[in-house]
């Protein structure tokens, strides 16, 4: 079991906004940077999201990351058929002394 | 242009030693802060991050799956190799290397299918 929860699936229409949580507690969100993954169908993951907020070159400001206290949360604006995929944050965790995914969360385009 | 790739036999059979070799370009494993992780997906199922190694070699594991996995590097042949001892049908997955700076895994291979089938 994921020390990260994440909603199993959210939906929106074409041109809306969805928003991922991430929680998790002091020991992996609340003391480190989150980073937010894209997986789509059949793929490997994508870096989306690293140190909370921050985009790698090629990501659209359309995606967005923001973190406060032990939960983390990934906003996708103006959502477009190819953004249904599947999303997973990350971070480290001090007790486990390693890296933790979430549980992931499945973004369907109505 | 960061690139990895996963290489390794695509059937084991339970009970043998799984070993795995990410070669990658585009960047250094002796250049400090960076470091080549491998994460796992079952079929259907959610990542699972295992092991990574950092420039110092400093080594990390997962703590549920310690004590069957080894890493090592080759900065040289620029090379990671995971090895993973009594493989069982639970470990089926696909097996991801990635390319780590300094939390964060950055780059991706395209992953290598793993079945673990008698």
Redesign the interface.
């Known amino acids: 079991q994921s020390v990260l929860t994440q909603p199993p699936s959210v939906s929106a229409a074409p041109g809306q906004k969805v928003t991922i949580s991430c929680s998790g507690s002091s020991s992996n969100i609340g003391n480190n940077y989150v980073s937010w993954y894209q997986q789509l169908p059949g793929t490997a993951p994508k870096l989306l999201i690293y140190e909370n907020n921050k985009r790698p070159s090629g990501i659209p400001d359309r995606f967005s990351g923001s973190k406060s206290g032990t939960s983390a949360t990934l906003d996708i604006a103006g959502l477009q058929t190819g953004d249904e995929a599947d999303y997973y944050c990350g971070t480290w965790d001090n007790t486990l002394s390693g890296f933790v995914f979430g549980t992931g969360t499945k973004v369907t385009v109505l | 242009q960061i690139t990895l790739k996963e290489s390794g036999p695509t059937l084991v059979k339970p009970t043998q030693t799984l070993t795995l070799t990410c070669t990658f370009s585009g960047f250094s494993l002796k250049t400090s802060g960076v470091g080549v992780?491998w994460?796992r997906q079952p079929p259907g199922k959610?990542?699972?991050?295992l092991a990574?190694v950092y420039w110092n070699d400093d080594k990390?594991?997962?703590?549920s799956l310690k004590t069957r996995l080894t890493i090592s590097k080759d900065p040289f042949k620029n090379q990671v190799v995971l090895t993973m001892t009594n493989m069982d049908p639970v470990d089926t997955a696909t097996y991801?290397c990635a390319h780590v700076s300094p939390?964060?895994?950055?780059?991706?291979?395209?992953?290598t299918l793993v079945t673990v089938s008698s």
């Open positions: 992780g994460i959610a990542l699972e991050w990574l990390r594991y997962s703590p991801y939390v964060c895994f950055h780059h991706w291979g395209q992953g």
